[in-house]
């Protein structure tokens, strides 16, 4: 055990967790009598429509689900499972949830709903939100993919899914992983699970989180004998925290990474780049056997080519620093070559035992790159990363909303548009980079606010409007308060430069507001730089205030070329799909053109 940390006794936990899982039974009895419950089985009973114990509906069948979005509408609704063995295909709750009320899905006897039907996955959660899982059970040879899949779906994002008091366990044929929360999804945490024997082969994971997702709190949990990483955050998944967990390798079998940040850069340059923050405390790290090469506790490292900007192969010299005393010298190497900033990574309060690397940077020269001279995992002094604090709350635009993050400049937001790809445009007020959109056909880019979100809220932004073609609405800020049902303010500019606010089916100006003159273009090349070319943009600023009996928006604009808000409309309560209800919160705003061209830049959220 590292002498630097406090060994804590697994009853104690042990005791915690059971209180922990009675006390959400408890909660559970308490309060259920005021939602709405339904009830199902593996096949059905009764006239099937899930009302009482007598007539059970089918967990597969897709009506009965569609019947619970419905009841999603009017308050919480609660789906307690029968006890027994789902086998009988995959549970498919894509775009289900709603933003306000709860649905929990629930074993009505803990663990005794056993999901193992010959599926790749068993639960399916792509662009599912505000989801509870209680209790159930997964087992078996027959889920090949993951257990669980969650992944953004469009602008509908898989978020605010709790998993507490599940089992995982004896998924001896994942190829993947027990849970996979994939793609931007966010808000999603785990807690009081357990997950036992998992994976097929070392590609297989107990978490695997990868390629943006935020906001993943893992806490309370055991993990036992993973074939291969058993948490994995990969490819700038951010703000991640696993607090009071048990990890235990049993055998070499088992022996991979306990906690692992991998990137996987198989072309040159890379495109895959660390997160930035992170917290791992309180946990205990064990290795029963004392042999292989994995036995790592935590771990960053790189496969393959440099990503643009960084240099991930270290030289001997570099190895040296990271692993030495000078603790200053260790985080200026990680942030510049690395992109990791080490005091936003807390670590501490963890046990070890059986470790052969405790916190690690790792290179490997795959994929035919060859390095700088050390390959393989380097020892990083706990003196490195911050001892103390918890992890802090995510930017509430965190996807590079001023285009500058290091790295390529659209990192972060390759799947978060339609259309033609966005390309690189010079800063719009002294900003080194924005955005341009495409000048032809209907092009989105979009973005989630991260939690916690509010019932208020101001979004601002600059933008200019080029050369455009056709009539109507030629740019558009979309703000939802509920992407499942596309219900949304749309604030935007006509073909004849007027502001105004979309309605669903037209456009009604607010003359208030100015009127937009358009960016000239002459060699229609985008840059606005040439002879006879002027570029005109504005600052535009939407504050949502839904915390009262009638929801409304207030819409603010510059004049040209000024971030100074001269002109106002107050009060609007015009939406598309209908308005917010009363506590409604705005989760995600989308930015829109239609055979224009246009510029943003600066996005921010408060």
């Known amino acids: 055990m590292h002498d630097l ?18 006390l959400s039974l408890m909660l559970f009895a308490a309060v259920s009598s005021a939602w709405a419950d339904y009830y199902v089985g593996p096949t059905a009973l009764g006239n099937a429509s899930g009302s009482d114990w007598n007539n059970r509906a089918a967990y597969t069948t897709a009506s009965f689900w569609n019947t619970m979005q419905t009841a999603l509408n009017t308050g919480p609704v609660v789906v307690r499972f029968a006890g027994g063995t789902y086998s009988q295909g995959m549970l498919d709750l894509s775009n289900k949830g709603h933003p ?13 709903p056993v999901f193992s039907s010959s599926v790749s996955h068993q639960l399916k959660l792509r662009g599912a939100q505000n989801i509870r899982v209680y209790g159930l059970k997964f087992s078996g040879t027959g889920i090949t993919s993951f257990a669980v899949w969650c992944q953004s779906s469009g602008k509908n994002t898989s978020r605010f899914l709790t998993f507490d008091t599940c089992k995982f366990e004896n ?18 945490t785990v ?11 070392g590609g297989a994971h107990m978490l695997y989180c990868d390629h943006d997702a935020r906001n993943i709190t893992v806490t309370n949990c055991s993990f036992t004998n993973c074939k291969g990483d058993y948490v994995r955050f990969r490819d700038d998944t951010d703000f991640a925290k696993v607090d ?50 994995n036995r790592v506790a935590i771990a960053f490292d790189v496969s393959g080519y440099n990503s643009t900007s960084y240099d991930f192969s270290p030289t001997t010299t570099q190895a040296a620093t990271l692993s030495g005393t000078d603790y200053t010298a260790a985080r200026a190497l990680l942030s510049s070559n690395m992109g990791i900033e080490g005091l936003r990574v807390k670590i501490h309060g963890n046990s070890f035992s059986g470790t052969a690397y405790w916190e690690a940077y790792g290179y490997f020269a795959n994929y035919g790159s060859t390095g700088s001279g050390v390959n393989g995992y380097t020892n990083v002094r706990p003196g490195t990363w911050a001892s103390s604090g918890t992890l802090g709350a995510a930017p509430k635009l965190s996807f590079n909303a001023n285009f500058e993050r290091a790295g390529r400049w659209l990192r972060n937001w390759d799947s978060m548009w339609n259309g033609t790809a966005p390309v690189s445009h010079a800063g719009l007020n002294g900003t080194s980079k924005a955005a341009r959109m495409a000048a032809t056909g ?8 991260a939690s916690p979100l509010t019932t208020s809220y101001t979004h601002d932004l600059l933008f200019a409007v080029g050369p455009h073609s056709g009539t109507g609405a030629k740019f558009r800020v979309d703000i939802f308060h509920n992407t499942v049902t596309d219900s949304r303010v749309s604030v935007g500019v006509s073909d004849s430069g007027q502001f105004g606010i979309f309605n669903g089916s037209s456009f009604v100006a607010l003359p208030e507001l100015g009127t937009l003159q358009f960016s000239l273009d002459a060699n229609s090349d985008g840059d606005y730089s040439d002879a006879g070319d002027t570029l005109r943009w504005y600052k535009l600023r939407i504050v949502g205030n839904y915390s009262g009996a009638t929801p409304y928006v207030d819409i603010h604009t510059s004049n040209v070329n000024s971030t100074t808000l001269s002109n106002s409309s107050l009060g609007k309560s015009i939406w598309v799909n209908g308005g917010p209800a009363t506590g409604q919160k705005a989760g995600c705003v989308n930015y829109r053109n239609d055979a224009a061209a246009v510029i943003l830049d600066e996005l921010t959220w408060q």
Not at 100 to 112: D, K, S, Y
Not at 171 to 188: E, F, H, K, P, W
Not at 191 to 201: D, H
Not at 442 to 449: P, S, T
């Open 100 to 112: 306000v009320n709860l649905l929990t899905i629930m074993a009505n006897t803990l663990h005794a």
């Open 191 to 201: 807690t009081g699970c357990t997950f036992a024997n998992v994976g097929i082969g």
């Open 442 to 449: 209907v092009n989105e880019m979009w973005q989630w606010v």
């Open 5 to 22: 940390y406090i060994f804590r006794f697994r009853a104690v936990r042990a005791l915690a967790q059971f209180k922990k899982s009675m």
């Open 171 to 188: 998924l001896t044929q994942v190829a993947y992983g027990a849970i996979g929360i994939l793609d931007n999804s966010r808000d999603i």
């Open 244 to 293: 009071n967990c048990t990890f235990h390798s049993t055998s070499t079998t088992y022996n991979q990474d306990f906690i692992r940040m991998p990137l996987f850069n198989d072309v040159n340059p890379g495109d895959e780049y660390f997160g930035t923050d992170f917290q791992f405390t309180n946990n205990d790290f064990t290795y029963d056997v004392a042999s292989g090469t």
